[in-house]
């Protein structure tokens, strides 16, 4: 699948999104200005949600378990680190075959901003005041 296949769906979807393309890559962005981008490698897509750099959370380590719990409850998103420029991120994601249809491709972004939603509303009362 390519990626102007998958950004010509997504334009005509019917959702408030602002899709474009920068190298390579899928850059959306919602009604909530929340983005995610959309990779896609030889058999896999990423689609990927930056939330916060670790360093805005108080306490990391209570915070890592915390989010272990608060995982399964996430569906189709996983959260995790990723290091960008030099800083650790907390970031959300999810994953799809190439080979997956446009309508679960869809699915999979809408889970992950409401996903993202849920994060950044149970992350608040964990970061510190910068």
């Known amino acids: 699948m390519a990626i102007h296949d ?6 005509t979807a019917d959702h408030d999104w ?4 920068q190298d390579g890559s899928l850059i959306i962005t919602n009604s909530d200005d929340l983005t995610a981008i959309l990779v ?8 990927e949600s930056l939330l916060f750099p670790t ?8 915070f890592d378990d915390l989010l272990m719990y608060l995982q399964k409850h996430l569906p189709l998103t996983t959260v995790g680190k990723t290091r960008l420029q030099g800083e650790t ?3 959300a994601f999810g994953s799809l075959s190439t080979d997956s249809k446009l309508e ?3 699915l999979e972004i809408t889970m992950l901003f409401q996903n993202v939603n849920e ?12």
């Open 40 to 47: 896609l490698a030889e058999q896999q897509m990423l689609i």
């Open 18 to 21: 602002h899709v474009s393309q």
């Open 55 to 62: 360093s805005a959370i108080q306490d990391q380590a209570q």
């Open 89 to 91: 991120y907390y970031t």
């Open 104 to 106: 679960n491709i869809e």
């Open 119 to 130: 994060l950044l509303h149970f992350s608040s009362e964990h970061l510190t005041n910068q």
């Open 6 to 11: 998958i950004q010509t769906y997504l334009e």
